[in-house]
C-alpha cells in the first residue's frame, strides 16, 4: 500500500507590502453639520431685538423722507444716472435702493420688516463666512471664527440700521463670488461658469456699496489661505484637501466686474466713490496727504477693535476737524 504525502503549497512569493493611497476623510469637528443652524441661532439671539426698533439714524431722511423708495416703478429707473445726479439718497448704490424699495412695496412705512431683512442678510453672511474659511481648510476653527463675526459689537451698526443694510450686501455677494472661484476638485462647473457666477455676484456687491471693490484683493488672500491650506500634513504624503487655486486670470474677473461698477458711477455720479452728486465732501478728504494717513489709522484701529471690541461709539469722529 502506498501513500503520498500531500504537502499544503508553499505560500505564494510576495513582494513588501507598497504604500497605498488613502483617503484623508475631513475630521469629524471640520463638518460639524448642526453649524448653520447653531450660527443662526446666534444671529437670532444677538439681534432679534433689532425687530422692535424703529427707524433709526439716517434712516429717516433716506427712507422716510424719499419718495424714490415708494413706487416699485423706479426699479428700473435706478440704473439710469437721473437718481444719483438729481441727488436722491445712495442712488450710486443701487442695489441697496432696490432691497429698500422691496421693503417699501411689502410693508410700508412699518420698520418691522425692514429690520428683519437685515437680520436675514446678516445671517446669510455668517453663513457664507463660515463655509468659506471651512472650505479654506479651517475646520473648526472656521466655526469658531463665524460665531465670532455673528455677534461681534463691530457688526451691530449694519444689521441694526436699515439704511446702512448696504455693508450686509456688499458682504453677502463678495463672499459669494468667492465661493464661484474656489472650487474643489471634481468640480462639475465650467471655468467660464465660474468666472460668470464669480463675475455676476462681485458685480452685485460693488453695485451696493464702493467697497466691495478691495474683491481682487480678497481673492488673493483666499488664494494664499488656499496655498498654505493644500500643503501636506507632516508625516502625509498629499494634502488633506486639494482646493482649487485662484489664477491670475480669476482675479481679473474680478477687476472686471468691480470696473464695471466704478465706470457706471463715474458716469452717473461723476466721482468713483460719491453716493450721489449733491454728496458733500468735506474738504479735509481732498487732501491726501491729511486722508491716506487718517484712513489708515481707522482701519488698523477696527482690525484692533475686531480683536479687543473696547472704544467702539455709534458716531464717527470728525475727520474734517483732524479730532
Known sequence: MSS?????????????????????????????????LALVALVILAFAPTLGFGF??????????????????????????????????????????ATEIVDWASWGPRPRGFHLQNLIWHAVVVIAWWALLRRLGLGALAFAAAALFAVHPLVVEPVATINYREDLLAAAFLLAGLHALIADDGSRGSRAGRWFLAGLATAIAAFAKESA??????????????????????????????????????????????????????????????????????EAHRDLAFFVPRAAITFLTGLAQFFVPLGNAPEYPDLASGS
Open 213 to 282: 471693490s478691495t474683491a481682487p484683493l480678497l481673492a488673493l488672500a483666499a488664494a494664499l489661505t488656499v496655498a498654505v491650506g493644500a500643503r501636506p500634513q507632516r508625516g502625509a504624503s498629499e494634502p488633506t484637501t486639494r482646493p482649487r487655486l485662484i489664477r491670475v486670470t480669476d482675479t481679473g474677473v474680478l477687476l472686471f466686474a468691480v470696473g464695471v461698477a466704478i465706470l457706471w458711477r463715474w458716469w452717473a455720479v461723476g466721482q468713483a466713490g460719491a453716493v450721489s452728486a449733491t454728496a458733500e465732501i468735506p
Open 56 to 97: 433709526v439714524y439716517d434712516d429717516r431722511w433716506t427712507l422716510l423722507d424719499n419718495p424714490v423708495v415708494r413706487s416699485p416703478a423706479n426699479l428700473w429707473r435706478l440704473w439710469g444716472a437721473e437718481f444719483a445726479r438729481a441727488g436722491v439718497p445712495d442712488a450710486a448704490r443701487p442695489i441697496m435702493l
Open 4 to 36: 503520498s504525502l500531500q504537502r499544503d503549497p508553499p505560500p505564494p512569493t510576495t513582494s513588501p507590502a507598497q504604500p497605498t493611497a488613502t483617503a484623508h476623510p475631513t475630521p469629524p469637528a471640520a463638518s460639524l453639520p448642526w453649524a448653520p
